[in-house]
């Protein structure tokens, strides 16, 4: 089993940025994909980038350039750094888990961005 407790998020202007922590507990050594989430009212939960244990990254096109995922696998957390932020950049942001060989996936609770114009 694997908790996740995200925090960082909040509300800033058009242009600034953010950075979400994400720091997993319990089993972290059996975790092998971590990543963040977003879901904007009304909309799809929708992939924002992802990290693999051995540090391959991948984001969706909407925010390459502006946001950097990391990642600390002995103390089981992940961070987003955003940057560059527009408005429809607000959503709530999950943090995501998932096992060695995809078996078991965890979330977070959201944490929520909200990026005024």
């Known amino acids: 089993q694997v908790q996740l407790v995200e925090s960082g998020g909040g509300l800033v202007q058009a242009g600034g940025s953010l950075r979400l922590s994400c720091a997993a507990s319990g089993s972290i050594s059996s975790i092998y994909l971590m990543g963040w989430y977003r879901q904007a009212p009304g909309k799809q939960r929708e992939l924002v980038a992802v990290?693999?244990?051995?540090?391959?990254?991948n984001y969706a096109d909407s925010v390459k350039g502006r946001f950097t995922i990391s990642r600390d696998n002995a103390k089981g957390t992940v961070r987003l750094q955003m940057n560059s932020l527009k408005p429809e950049d607000t959503a709530v942001y999950y943090c995501?888990?998932?096992?060695?060989?995809?078996?078991?996936?965890?979330w977070g609770q959201g944490t929520q961005v909200t990026v005024s114009s």
């Open positions: 995501k888990c998932t096992s060695f060989g995809g078996r078991s996936e965890y």
């Open positions: 990290i693999t244990s051995g540090g391959a990254t």
